[in-house]
């Protein structure tokens, strides 16, 4: 299953609200994750289920969508969100990454 | 706290082999399915394969990118994981990372604690 994610990168302020897309090549219910990743540092979990959030994620961070088409949303963006969001797909092997997507100020 | 490091990386040659682990501390290792995921330098995230536990079998997955040379396998009584990489290719450079796996169902089976990454080179 292959994930593409849009844009590829994106210039945003602090306190825009963000909104990053997941499309997948065939429909995967609602078994989706997504991860932020900071330069040389491991990815961390935000969001799984498409909407679920992670403990100790700040509720700025939302997910949504079902079927092929998935949004990541961050209401306010800080200053500690510039990083680089990857969706994963949950519902068939071998699981698949998207492409990512790096919001810089 | 739960942890997981990993060891073993470093260069080799194409052709070669290494064995890759993972350490876990802070949780039940036994009761946890757990993945390897890489990272080529400066490119994104590529799932490498999971071990699931000892109810389910220890069955395994792999990407098709990796399948018939890489091997996990895991030690519960050791609380660790382990990668075998054989037939390494230059394409295979890359930061390692061993990561939890949070749940068993569909809904919930994601990646929740990831290691800092062990580097892998393939070179000549």
């Given at each position: ?105 | ?17 290494l064995r890759l682990s993972c350490a876990a501390s802070g949780f039940t290792f036994s009761d946890h399915y757990m993945d390897w995921v890489r990272q080529a330098p400066g490119k994104g995230l590529e799932w490498v394969g999971r071990i699931r536990k000892t109810t389910h079998s220890y069955t395994t997955e792999y990407a098709a990118s990796v399948k018939g040379r890489f091997t996990i396998s895991r030690d519960d009584s050791r609380n660790s994981l382990y990668l075998q990489m ?39």
């Open positions: 299953i292959q994930l593409t994610q849009s844009p590829s990168s994106l210039s945003a302020s602090v306190g825009d609200r963000v909104t990053v897309t997941c499309r997948a090549s065939q429909g995967i219910n609602s078994y989706l994750a997504w991860f932020q990743q900071k330069p040389g540092k491991a990815p961390k979990l935000l969001i799984y289920d498409a909407s679920t959030l992670q403990s100790g994620v700040p509720s700025r961070f939302s997910g949504s969508g079902s079927g092929t088409d998935f949004t990541l949303t961050i209401s306010s963006l800080q200053p500690e969100d510039f990083a680089t969001y990857y969706c994963q797909q949950l519902n068939d092997y071998p699981l698949t990454f998207g492409g990512g997507t790096k919001v810089e100020i | 706290e739960v942890q997981l490091v990993e060891s073993g990386g470093g260069l080799v040659q194409p052709g070669g082999s054989n037939g390494l290719q230059t394409e295979d450079t890359a930061v390692y990372y061993c990561a939890r796996v949070l749940g068993t169902t569909w809904h919930d089976h994601c990646l929740d604690y990831w290691g800092q990454g062990n580097l892998v080179t393939v070179s000549s």
